[in-house]
């Protein structure tokens, strides 16, 4: 993560989008965590983060985010976006293990035009 891809300050905590669900469903595949880890993924919040457009997303946690520290990544995918651009999402959790950000970054640094579609992984 860098710093262009900080939290926005005013950020809200949401839900995540299906879109998103999907994406973090096979990383977390690729990651090898159990079906009952995954639902509970599925229910955190996430706040967008300053990338420019390209979809990175970071973990919410009650508490002070700023004490939150990047421990490590635990899977990466690598995707063409609609317009054949590379893609590479890395999932990465903080220093006590918990997720952390959906890191997105396009190749040529343009916006997400498309998450990449379900594969086997969603199985999980």
Do not use: C, H
């Not at 096979?26 to 079906?35: H, M, N, P, T």
């Not at 639902?39 to 390209?54: A, I, N, P, Q």
Request: hydrophobic share 40%; glycine share 10%; charged share 30%.
């Amino acid at each position: 993560m860098s710093d262009e891809s900080s939290p926005r300050s005013s950020a809200v905590p949401r839900p995540l989008t299906a879109e998103e669900m999907g994406l973090l469903r096979q990383l977390l595949a690729i990651a090898g965590w159990d079906k009952a880890r995954v639902t509970v993924s599925e229910r955190l919040l996430v706040t967008d983060m300053d990338d420019g457009g390209m979809g990175s997303i970071r973990f919410w946690r009650a508490g002070p985010q700023e004490r939150r520290r990047l421990g490590g990544r635990i899977a990466e995918l690598e995707f063409s976006d609609a317009d054949g651009v590379t893609v590479v999402a890395s999932l990465n959790v903080d220093t006590e293990g918990d997720l952390f950000e959906l890191d997105i970054w396009k190749t040529d640094f343009g916006r997400l035009i498309r998450y990449p579609r379900s594969g086997p992984a969603e199985g999980v």
